[in-house]
């Protein structure tokens, strides 16, 4: 079974670009969730997708980040533009079901802001 | 509001001898409670999962944990420590719908 797709893995960019991230989840796996992980410490949900519409994005900025799954499937995250801060690695995960389902996590994409 | 705290930022151990990672939790339910563990440059991976059923919960490369409510813990144990298991876990908590809120991480340092 083929898991979770990222790309890039990497990209650098200068602050006040914009960037996008690309996910394909797992064939069949109604749930998406992106998470930020900032180097140091846990991740943390951004937004979650059941098919293609948003269950919850409280923690998602959205004067600069913003995400869609418009067929409920793949999924791109962007940022525009980006701050220092944003740099972190940014997982996406898919699960079956929103209701006590395992989620599976892609590699992430490393982005650094400079 | 459910929250994880993982008591050590860096745990080192000789391969060989037990591993114990400690997690405590923070919820006004009975909480869906989960450790990962991510290597570098790759996806987290699900160990073990405790849902309410047995307490004492067996997860993968001989990983298990056990549920204590009388001390909100959830602390990882592994009888002899692998080089392999150098990497980073990580303690979470789920709400209903199945939003993952995860502790701050623990490094495994695994000394031959």
């Known amino acids: 079974e083929a898991g979770v797709a990222q790309s890039p893995r990497y990209k650098i960019i200068e602050k006040r670009q914009s960037v996008a991230f690309w996910c394909n989840p797992i064939?069949?796996?109604?749930?998406l969730y992106w998470y930020q992980q900032i180097l140091g410490q846990g991740p943390k949900l951004l937004i979650q997708?059941?098919?293609?519409?948003?269950?919850?994005d409280s923690q998602l900025p959205k004067d600069r980040f913003s995400a869609e799954r418009l067929k409920g499937v793949d999924s791109t995250l962007k940022i525009q533009p980006a701050k220092l801060e944003d740099s972190a690695v940014y997982l996406c995960?898919?699960?079956?079901?929103?209701?006590?389902?395992?989620?599976?996590f892609g590699p992430g994409t490393r982005l650094t802001v400079l | 509001a459910q929250s994880v705290t993982q008591l050590d930022s860096h745990v080192s151990v000789s391969e060989g001898t037990p591993v114990l990672l400690r997690c405590n939790y923070s919820?006004?339910?009975?909480?869906?409670l989960f450790w990962y563990v991510q290597h570098p440059n790759k996806g987290l991976q699900l160990l073990l999962k405790?849902?309410?059923?047995?307490?004492l919960v067996k997860g993968i490369n001989g990983f298990e944990a056990e549920f204590k409510k009388s001390e909100t813990s959830f602390h990882l144990t592994k009888p002899s420590a692998h080089m392999s298991d150098a990497a980073e876990y990580f303690c979470?908590?789920?709400?209903?719908?199945?939003?993952?809120?995860f502790g701050g991480g623990t490094r495994l340092m695994v000394k031959p």
């Open positions: 405790y849902t309410s059923a047995a307490t």
């Open positions: 919820s006004s339910y009975s909480p869906s």
């Open positions: 064939s069949g796996h109604a749930t």
């Open positions: 997708f059941q098919n293609n519409g948003v269950v919850d």
């Open positions: 995960a898919s699960s079956l079901a929103a209701v006590l389902n395992e989620q599976f």
């Open positions: 979470a908590t789920d709400n209903a719908g199945n939003m993952l809120t």
